[in-house]
Structure formats: structure tokens, C-alpha cells
């Protein structure tokens, strides 16, 4: 119920992607004896939700969140930067993985920059992701896996864009519009991290979870939400100022933020002697 409530309060312009992660979890949690991992990948441009979701999840499994011992955070540019120690890094991956969830079979793994990932290292984490009962002594079963990537972005921005100039309600595109599309073009893009890897392969990802570009109204209740959390009374004249700021696509029509609501916080900087 936290989940719903957090996902619906904060989380704005992804119907489907609350919808899908909040029914996936939910039937996770509730199952005594999950045959597999839970593991999501979740698609889109930058500043359209993704790390957010991830973290309202984490919190809502582990209380500490990202802060949690049994949550990891894995950034391709960070902990996996070279690509001549991809021996190195998947054992390094292996051993981190057995270690954390022999000792809390909740472990969540998050891996941020997904599209920056060196082809095949995630493969490493097949084994872990499989309908085994145990690998080596330890169940990962109870374990939940998160990918995240802006590979794909661009499938999404052009199903959205379709949707709206046939006339549709954005809130009418369903998975089933996008899922397919998105696991192909992820499994056939080389800089998606997923390229021709066998978790897709072996359907051992449980969702492609899309985020959809975001338009001026789920910018502007970005600005709002921000505004709130620093304790400032909502003013609709900054509100709008921020808004123009932004810059949106294609450019006739100016319909979808570029940048999501990532460049939401700095713009607000700018207005806060008002």
C-alpha cells in the first residue's frame, strides 16, 4: 500500500510503469516460493523517472533505501570503467552477488548506465537470474534485479509520438504496445548492455518497463513537487518561468520535455531569490 501511495504521489506522467512495477512487486512479495529473481529493466530517455522508481522501490523493501546494506547500486562508468578487465569484473560481480545474498536473500541490485555496459558482463549474472533452486548452496530466488537504461529511449519517444498524432490519450498506450518492441530493439542494439545477451535470450527478464517521454503538465508537477520539498509555497507564475526554460520535441510541435524533469532542480535554483 506505501508503494502505491509513494509511486502515485511522486511519480508522475508513467501510468504504466507504476502499473507494472507495482502489480510485478506486489505478486513477488506475496509469493512464499518465487521460482526466479524478480528482474525488471526499465527503459527511457533520462530524467523520465527511472532512478526514482528504483529508489522509492528500494525503500519500500529495505527501509534505508539506497543507504540499506542489502540494497547495491552498480554504475557501469564507475565500477566496471575498463573494458580489457571484463574477466575481472565478472568474477568480481559473481563473488559481490553470492556474497550479499547469502547473507540477505532480499538483496536488491540496482545497475544504473545499463547502455554503458560493456557487452556480455552482465551475462555473468545468468546463473543468478535462472529457475534454479540453488547455485553453489545459496537461492536467489527471493533476490530483486533492476536494470536501467536509456537504450531503447527512442522507440519509446516514437510510440508516444504515434499515439498522440493519431489522436490517442497517452494513457491509452499498454505494455503489450511497447514490451515487444523494446526487448528487440534492446537485444539488437550494441550499446544497450543487453545486446544479444542471453537474459533476454532466455527470457530471464521478467518486464521491459517503458518510460514514456514527458510532457509541459508532468514538468510542471516536477517543479511543483520540488518547490514543496524545499518548503516553498507553490508559485504558478515560477512554476511556468521554469517551465519555459526547458527545452521540448520535435521541434514543431514542442510537445515532450528532452531532458525529462532532470534539469528541474538547477532551474529552480536560478528563481530562488523570487
Given at each position: 500500500?506505501?508503494?502505491k501511495?509513494?509511486?502515485?504521489?511522486?511519480?508522475?506522467?508513467?501510468?504504466?510503469?507504476?502499473?507494472?512495477?507495482?502489480?510485478?512487486?506486489?505478486?513477488?512479495?506475496n509469493?512464499?516460493?518465487?521460482?526466479?529473481?524478480?528482474?525488471?529493466?526499465?527503459?527511457?530517455?533520462?530524467?523520465?523517472?527511472?532512478?526514482?522508481?528504483?529508489?522509492?522501490?528500494?525503500?519500500?523493501?529495505?527501509r534505508?533505501?539506497?543507504?540499506?546494506?542489502?540494497?547495491?547500486?552498480?554504475?557501469?562508468?564507475?565500477?566496471?570503467p575498463?573494458?580489457?578487465?571484463?574477466?575481472l569484473?565478472?568474477?568480481?560481480?559473481?563473488?559481490?552477488?553470492?556474497?550479499?545474498?547469502?547473507?540477505?536473500?532480499h538483496?536488491?541490485?540496482?545497475?544504473?548506465?545499463?547502455?554503458?555496459?560493456?557487452?556480455?558482463?552482465?551475462?555473468a549474472i545468468?546463473?543468478?537470474?535462472?529457475?534454479?533452486?540453488?547455485?553453489?548452496?545459496v537461492?536467489?530466488?527471493?533476490?530483486?534485479?533492476?536494470?536501467?537504461?536509456?537504450?531503447?529511449?527512442?522507440?519509446?519517444?516514437?510510440?508516444?509520438?504515434?499515439f498522440?498524432?493519431s489522436?490517442?490519450?497517452?494513457?491509452?498506450?499498454?505494455?503489450?504496445?511497447?514490451?515487444?518492441?523494446?526487448s528487440?530493439?534492446?537485444?539488437?542494439?550494441?550499446?544497450?548492455?543487453?545486446?544479444?545477451?542471453?537474459?533476454?535470450?532466455?527470457?530471464?527478464?521478467?518486464y521491459f518497463?517503458?518510460?514514456?517521454?514527458?510532457?509541459?503538465k508532468?514538468?510542471?508537477?516536477?517543479?511543483?513537487?520540488?518547490?514543496?520539498?524545499?518548503?516553498?509555497?507553490?508559485?504558478?507564475?515560477?512554476?511556468?518561468a521554469?517551465?519555459d526554460?526547458?527545452?521540448?520535441?520535435?521541434?514543431?510541435?514542442?510537445?515532450?520535455?528532452?531532458?525529462g524533469?532532470?534539469?528541474?532542480?538547477?532551474?529552480?535554483?536560478?528563481?530562488?531569490d523570487?
Open positions: 500500500a506505501a508503494l501511495v509513494q509511486l502515485n504521489a511522486k511519480l508522475f506522467g508513467q501510468h504504466l510503469a507504476k502499473d507494472v512495477v507495482l502489480k510485478a512487486v506486489m505478486g513477488f512479495i509469493n512464499p516460493s518465487p521460482k526466479k529473481p524478480l528482474t525488471l529493466s526499465l527503459h527511457g530517455w533520462a530524467g523520465t523517472g527511472k532512478n526514482f522508481l528504483s529508489q522509492i522501490l528500494a525503500e519500500n523493501v529495505h534505508a533505501g539506497l543507504r540499506s546494506k542489502f540494497v547495491h547500486l552498480f554504475l557501469a562508468t564507475l565500477h566496471f575498463h573494458h580489457d578487465q571484463l574477466k569484473y565478472k568474477e568480481q560481480l559473481q563473488n559481490w552477488i553470492r556474497g550479499n545474498v547469502s547473507a540477505c536473500p538483496s536488491v541490485f540496482i545497475f544504473d548506465e545499463m547502455d554503458k555496459m560493456h557487452p556480455g558482463l552482465i551475462d545468468k546463473p543468478f537470474l535462472d529457475y534454479y533452486e540453488h547455485v553453489d548452496g537461492s536467489y530466488r527471493q533476490a530483486i534485479f533492476i536494470f536501467l537504461s536509456n537504450a531503447g529511449g527512442d522507440l519509446i519517444n516514437k510510440a508516444a509520438l504515434d498522440w498524432t489522436g490517442k490519450l497517452r494513457e491509452e498506450i499498454q505494455l503489450k504496445d511497447l514490451e515487444p518492441m523494446l528487440v530493439g534492446v537485444f539488437n542494439n550494441k550499446n544497450s548492455g543487453l545486446w544479444h545477451s542471453s537474459l533476454i535470450d532466455r527470457n530471464l527478464i521478467d518497463v517503458p518510460f514514456l517521454p514527458l510532457e509541459h508532468h514538468v510542471k508537477m516536477c517543479i511543483r513537487a520540488e518547490m514543496r520539498a524545499r518548503g516553498y509555497a507553490v508559485d504558478e507564475k515560477i512554476v511556468q521554469v517551465a526554460e526547458m527545452t521540448f520535441f520535435p521541434k514543431e510541435q514542442k510537445i515532450y520535455s528532452d531532458k524533469c532532470k534539469t528541474v532542480q538547477a532551474k529552480l535554483d536560478i528563481h530562488e523570487v
